[in-house]
């Protein structure tokens, strides 16, 4: 349904920090995509050097990923006007370690979006699961941001 070209268009990551490759479905709820592993990644050179597994911080950034490709096509045309930040996150369980070379079957569901009192920020309540040949390797409950970006950027921008 979107390739890794039309998914840089649509959020702002490129290599070596993109990792979603494919979105395969997508509703008004719910998108399921894929991020495939390899052991030329870069992570891989340095995190557990003699026995090789993803970090996992790195699986649920895939997750969030891949929520916040949901979002913005909730959002609409105007998405490129906000950012999507991490909030929190609510529970994050790791069961099974992820390999070099593992293709990543990315899940993510939107529970809810609501406004912040006294605020134009949006929070939207995300439940997102990582699975590698049908086995759940990783569940994350979290929540995202959505922030004016003109706004944002404003308020914290830095003097170099």
């Known amino acids: 349904m979107l390739n890794k070209e039309e998914i840089k268009k649509i959020i702002p990551y490129q290599e070596p920090f993109l990792f979603v490759d494919e979105v395969k479905e997508i509703t008004e709820s719910k998108i399921v995509g894929f991020y495939q592993t390899s052991l030329k990644d870069y992570y891989f050179q340095g995190h557990f050097v003699d026995f090789k597994i993803m970090p996992g911080v790195l699986v649920v950034e895939a997750l969030a990923q891949i929520s ?51 605020s134009k920020t949006k929070i939207a309540r995300i439940k997102a699961q990582a699975f590698v040949e049908n086995e759940l390797k990783v569940e994350a409950r979290f929540s995202v941001a959505i922030v004016e970006k003109e706004e944002f950027e404003k308020k914290y921008k830095r003097s170099h």
């Open 68 to 118: 916040t490709i949901l979002l913005r096509r909730k959002i609409g045309q105007n998405h490129k006007n906000y950012h999507f930040l991490a909030y929190d996150v609510r529970s994050c369980q790791f069961f099974r370690p992820i390999f070099p070379g593992e293709k990543i079957d990315l899940k993510a569901e939107l529970l809810a979006i609501y406004e912040l009192p006294q």
